[in-house]
């Protein structure tokens, strides 16, 4: 396989993935992935930035048929779609040197069976010379490991980020599709991984901002050569400022709660609010995760099953908790056939985040003239609490 040239001396020498439909058995990949790797080939010495996933090693291996020395494996983050392949590539080159942050030899250790002593740490704005090639790392931790670096190469302008700024698209880094496309791509990527650590995100997009940048080379997805255009989305998803639609994410078995969140829906947008209906039966969680960057409301409708909450609602709220989404009221609405505990679960399982709670609208089997009524105060109240916020 032929190296990619980006700009002289910088290959990208990535896999694509282009089956690849689910991540961490959980995360769904419509569009397949990629895994980064890239060659930095300075006068004196050769430098690998991050590997791929460890079912594309023969790729990465391909790419290193005609590279006859590597003084330097770079590993950013020990995650092991991109450090996987970092056996197979020590073992080609014995003598290259395994370089990463302090915090995540442990962990490169215990994922992939490496020796501590094998790796050294490089610390936070340290330097590397290859020769006419100067790499400089930057500590940038919690995307979304604790362990994350970037590296800055410094003759090139180029900010490699790994998954910071990344894209789960099956594309070459050098391709490049539709920035709509790239850019719903890399939401989902975040809402799904990175939303937790916003607070971190934008230090490091603040310190960022003390580099010229020509180049972002993240290690999914497609290279950003307008670098302003993906660091301005991330800062618009990371803002406390523009959170102002409500999701509605509900189960339904019989289809009382189902009518209740259509009659929600219908009652908000009648009223200029935007929602976004998930049915948690069908959904893709990766929309869901995606709905939630943009949420200021989040309504969850589930009916009782047997005494409590249905537990694809329990999944969501779950998810939504530990996703740490900047939204700020909550309601729960639902059917219930003789009575349970399912809003006092569904309130448990959002109790880490901050909310306002609105009081639910629990109705007995289908709904009457009287819980439409309640339903469109519901609304009503929602809004007011819109508006109120954006004043
Ligand atoms: Fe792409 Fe956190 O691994």
């Known amino acids: ?15 694509i993935d282009w089956s690849r439909r689910l991540f961490d058995s959980l995360i769904p990949l419509p569009d397949g992935t990629s895994y980064n790797a890239y060659l930095v080939n300075g006068e004196e010495k050769t430098a690998l930035i991050d590997t791929v996933d460890p079912s594309k090693t023969h790729i990465l291996m391909e790419y ?14 020990a995650e092991q779609d991109h450090s996987g392949a970092i056996p197979a590539v020590l073992e080609k080159y014995p003598s290259a040197e395994l370089l990463a942050s302090q915090r995540a030899i442990p962990l490169l250790s215990s994922h992939l069976g490496i020796s501590e002593d094998r790796i050294h740490a490089v610390g936070d704005k340290e330097r590397l010379s290859l020769g006419s090639k100067t790499l400089e790392f930057i500590n940038t931790p919690w995307v979304h490991w604790p ?4 590296t800055y190469l410094i003759e090139d302008k180029i900010l490699f980020t790994c998954d910071l700024f990344g894209s789960h698209l099956a594309v070459s880094g050098l391709d490049e599709p539709d920035f709509s496309k790239v850019s719903e791509a890399a939401k989902r990527y975040y809402a799904e991984v990175m939303m937790p650590f916003r607070g971190q995100i934008r230090k490091h997009i603040e310190r960022f901002a003390g580099y010229e940048v020509k180049i972002i080379a993240p ?14 989305s991330h800062l618009e998803w990371i803002s406390d400022g523009n959170a ?20 929600l829906t219908e009652a908000l947008s009648t009223r200029g609010v935007k929602v976004e209906l998930f049915n948690l039966a069908v959904a893709d969680t990766g929309k869901f995760a995606m709905s939630l960057v943009d949420a200021a409301t989040l309504v969850i409708g ?9 537990p694809l609602v329990m999944g969501a709220a779950f998810m939504a908790n530990a996703l740490k989404p900047k939204v700020k009221n909550a309601c729960v609405i639902g059917s219930y ?7 006092e679960q569904i309130t448990g399982a959002l109790s880490g985040l901050s909310l306002d709670w609105l009081p639910p609208v629990l109705i ?24 109120r916020a954006r004043s």
Do not use: C, N
């Open 1 to 15: 396989m032929t190296l990619r040239k980006i700009t002289d001396g910088v290959f990208w020498a990535g896999a």
């Open 64 to 77: 290193l048929e005609d590279v006859p020395t590597l003084d330097f494996i770079v590993s950013q983050h």
């Open 147 to 150: 362990e994350t670096m970037s």
């Open 219 to 232: 290690s999914h997805g497609p290279i950003h050569f307008d670098t302003e255009r993906i660091m301005r």
């Open 244 to 263: 102002d639609s409500v999701v509605i994410a509900y189960a339904s078995m019989h289809g009382s709660t189902e009518t209740m969140a259509l009659r």
């Open 302 to 310: 589930s009916p009782i099953v047997l005494t409590g909450a249905h």
């Open 337 to 343: 056939g003789w009575g349970g505990k399912m809003a």
């Open 364 to 387: 007995k089997g289908k709904p009457t003239e009287a819980d439409y009524k309640a339903l469109d105060e519901l609304a009503v109240a929602i809004e007011a609490r819109h508006r």
